[in-house]
């Protein structure tokens, strides 16, 4: 699964300080707002075995670095 480009996209997050870049590609980004609390929305795609996984009942993991991370949700767009 990968970030894909979307025609909302006004913006793009780059590596940490002191991340090697290596590890760490441009993420391309929206800055919006819902229900008027600013929000970065960020749009994947799976790929080929990533569907076949998730449709044999696999789920989604979502790995954020660190101990912990901000409130967010994971969903599939409408």
Not at 64 to 75: D, E, K, N
């Amino acid at each position: 699964m990968g970030p894909i480009q979307h025609a909302t996209n006004n913006g793009v997050l780059g590596a940490p300080p002191d991340f090697p870049l290596e590890d760490c590609r441009a993420l391309p980004v929206t800055h919006t707002e819902v229900d008027g609390v600013p929000c970065v929305l960020s749009f994947w795609m799976p790929d080929a075995e990533d569907l076949a996984l998730l449709n044999a009942g696999k789920a989604v993991v979502l790995a954020v670095q660190g101990r912990t991370h901000a409130p967010l949700s994971v969903g599939v767009e409408a």
